[in-house]
């Protein structure tokens, strides 16, 4: 399974747009990217998934460019409850293996007043 | 409605003690999974299930024994408890062992002394 990078730590203020990026150079042709945010003291929740080009839904977009070796998570005009930390997983996916999950150490976004 | 539910929420217990934790999914999924989360908060897969049957089974110490009495429920046994066992455990579970998306519990959150 592809091994992923992202900051460690992302801060922004309510009503901006947060762009989270996540490496990961050795994705297979067959992995898709995944995005989960865990609130503290919660279990992760999905956000959305995609394989190249962008995906939107009612929470978030996805942009993948045309190498996939990095996807972007992007969450419009966040708010103070967007707070949490934020997993980019790669994996073969929606075929994979058992459905084992790979996760990283996430992104901790800090939204501030 | 609780989708994914875990008893309990908070476990505290002394070394060398046996204890239990259970999950139970309400979603009519097929697969169901533990993972541990660590101080660093690492989530790391534990066990997945599909059908009853064991599909993944990390490097656990086999202190840990998951059982699955029927697709809707899936426990955790561990004995001889140590103080490195002091994490919070998730359950989760997906509609297959296929795909990324995964549906977790609240955690419960094992204190060892």
């Known amino acids: 399974l592809a091994k992923t990078t992202q900051p460690i730590s992302m801060d922004s203020y309510e009503g901006q747009e947060v762009n989270i990026t996540c490496s990961h150079n050795?994705?297979?042709?067959?992995?898709?990217i995944t995005w989960y945010q865990q609130f503290p003291s919660q279990g992760p929740r999905f956000i959305i998934q995609?394989?190249?080009t962008k995906v939107t839904n009612e929470v978030a977009s996805l942009f993948i460019p045309a190498d996939r070796k990095s996807s972007t998570l992007s969450l419009p005009r966040v708010s103070l409850s967007d707070t949490a930390v934020y997993y980019c997983?790669?994996?073969?996916?929606?075929?994979?293996?058992?459905?084992?999950?790979?996760f990283g150490q996430g992104t901790e976004l800090s939204v501030k007043p | 409605d609780t989708a994914v539910s875990q008893t309990p929420k908070y476990l505290v217990t002394q070394m060398g003690n046996d204890k239990s934790i259970k999950c139970e999914q309400n979603?009519?999924?097929?697969?169901m999974y533990w993972y541990k989360q660590d101080s660093k908060k690492f989530l790391k897969i534990m066990f997945s299930?599909?059908?009853?049957?064991?599909?993944i089974n990390e490097t656990v110490p086999n202190r840990f024994s998951p059982k699955s009495p029927d697709k809707a429920h899936l426990n955790l046994h561990i004995n001889s408890l140590e103080l490195g066992d002091s994490a919070v455990y998730f359950c989760?579970?997906?509609?297959?062992?296929?795909?990324?998306?995964?549906?977790f519990g609240p955690g419960t959150r094992l204190t060892v002394t």
């Open positions: 997983l790669v994996g073969d996916g929606p075929y994979n293996q058992g459905g084992k999950l790979i």
């Open positions: 050795n994705i297979a042709t067959n992995d898709y």
């Open positions: 299930y599909n059908n009853k049957e064991l599909i």
């Open positions: 989760a579970s997906s509609p297959s062992s296929a795909g990324h998306e995964q549906y």
């Open positions: 995609g394989y190249k």
């Open positions: 979603l009519g999924h097929d697969t």
